[in-house]
Nanobody, 124 residues
Framework: QVQLVESGGGLVQTGGSLRLVCAVSGGTFRNYGMAWFRQAPGKEREFVAASRATGTTHYTDSVKGRFTISRDNAKKTVFLQMNRLEPEDTAVYYC??????????????????WGQGTQVTVSS
């Protein structure tokens, strides 16, 4: 059974940085695409970034140039480096694992395994 555990969230001021970490157990990590989604209060879960098993990375427009997703297949870990954070980035961030096709990368329905989430709060 695949389990995902996120860490690294917290409170940061506008312009600051955080690094989220997702540790994965079970499954064959290198075969999985990995992604980060976020959900703010009263809003739907939103795609942030993905690292597919093929090696390609994808980002939602609002985080391009500020966030970087990376993975360490040997350690079965995926990271989200978040720089120049803005209050609009405040949300619970979720790690996800799956094998969606390229056109479905940003759709949470196509990701099979989820972590419990970690809170990121950016103060203005």
């Amino acid at each position: 059974q695949v389990q995902l555990v996120e860490s690294g969230g917290g409170l940061v001021q506008t312009g600051g940085s955080l690094r989220l970490v997702c540790a994965v157990s079970g499954g064959t990590f290198r075969n999985y695409g990995m992604a980060w989604f976020r959900q703010a209060p009263g809003k739907e879960r939103e795609f942030v970034a993905a690292s597919r098993a093929t090696g390609t990375t994808h980002y939602t427009d609002s985080v391009k140039g500020r966030f970087t997703i990376s993975r360490d297949n040997a350690k079965k870990t995926v990271f989200l480096q978040m720089n120049r954070l803005e209050p609009e980035d405040t949300a619970v961030y979720y790690c996800a694992a799956g094998q969606p096709i390229l056109s479905a990368v940003s759709d949470p329905r196509y990701w099979n395994h989820w972590g419990q989430g970690t809170q990121v709060t950016v103060s203005s």
